[in-house]
């Protein structure tokens, strides 16, 4: 399980640890909460519809697995939970994985190939909109996630963490986050993905967090994320 010993990391590391942990934010975390809540119920209600199309039109398209997808994920201080998504992948696509891991195009220990082998035809399509990630409101609600901050990673990646990156493990894992909704977010090196959300959770404020949210479905609607 990662954490942070302080009196074992770098200077660097130390310095932007005790940085985050002086700040005040006040009742920022109990009005996020609440929000987040409110939010996710109306997000669950509203796309109901949608989600019930969309778990069909999965089970039409390949028959061998369910619509859903659940994944042991990392979040706040290193503990591991489920992730929900809609299938967007041939079943038992975890276990070929290590297959691809030379084709890996994404910068350190995050994996992502463009044309991946495992993706199904609609979930292409599903992940070309970020359609997969509408399940993730149900962790949003548990209280697993929260709508605004750094994506949750998984375990195998957190193995190869320094930890100034288990910086980004101070707080709870967000569904998006600066590096979501950047232009050509894979291209990103992964030392600048940390740094982004390093920057996130020294300086997260409400303002902040609402104009992530609305840039969000602008990168989804566009695809200019990927």
């Known amino acids: 399980m990662p954490y942070i010993d302080q009196d074992k990391v770098d200077a660097r590391t130390r310095e932007k640890l005790e940085a985050i942990i002086a700040k005040s934010y006040g009742s920022y975390w109990q009005k996020k909460r609440l929000f987040d809540i409110f939010f996710a119920t109306l997000i669950l209600l509203f796309f109901l519809p949608l989600m019930i199309i969309i778990s069909i039109?999965?089970?039409?398209?390949?028959?061998?697995?369910?619509?859903?997808?659940?994944?042991?994920r990392v979040g706040r201080h290193g503990k591991e939970f489920?992730?929900?998504?809609?299938?967007?992948?041939?079943?038992?696509?975890?276990?070929?994985?290590?297959?691809?891991?030379k084709?890996?195009?994404?910068?350190?220990?995050?994996?992502?190939?463009?044309?991946?082998?495992?993706?199904?035809?609609?979930?292409?399509?599903?992940r070309?909109?970020?359609?997969?990630?509408?399940?993730?409101?149900?962790?949003?609600?548990?209280?697993?996630?929260?709508?605004?901050?750094?994506r949750p990673p998984l375990p195998r990646e957190v193995e190869k963490y320094t930890d100034y990156h288990k910086l980004?493990?101070?707080?709870?894992?967000?569904?998006?986050c600066t590096w979501q909704i950047s232009k050509?977010?894979?291209?990103?090196?992964?030392?600048?993905?940390?740094?982004?959300?390093?920057?996130?959770?020294?300086?997260r404020t409400y303002l902040n967090d609402i104009k992530i949210m609305l840039k969000t479905?602008?990168?989804?609607?566009?695809?200019?994320?990927?």
């Open 168 to 176: 980004r493990l101070l707080v709870t894992p967000g569904l998006t």
């Open 128 to 150: 070309r909109l970020s359609l997969d990630e509408l399940m993730q409101f149900f962790n949003v609600f548990k209280g697993d996630m929260t709508l605004v901050g750094p």
């Open 82 to 101: 489920y992730m929900y998504k809609f299938r967007t992948m041939r079943k038992n696509a975890d276990k070929m994985i290590e297959k691809l891991e």
């Open 217 to 226: 479905p602008i990168v989804m609607l566009t695809a200019t994320g990927r």
């Open 57 to 72: 039109v999965i089970v039409i398209d390949d028959p061998h697995a369910g619509p859903f997808y659940k994944q042991i």
């Open 184 to 203: 050509n977010r894979n291209d990103i090196p992964f030392d600048e993905w940390v740094e982004m959300d390093v920057e996130y959770i020294q300086t």
């Open 103 to 126: 084709e890996n195009e994404m910068d350190g220990p995050a994996f992502k190939i463009k044309n991946d082998p495992r993706i199904t035809r609609v979930g292409k399509y599903l």
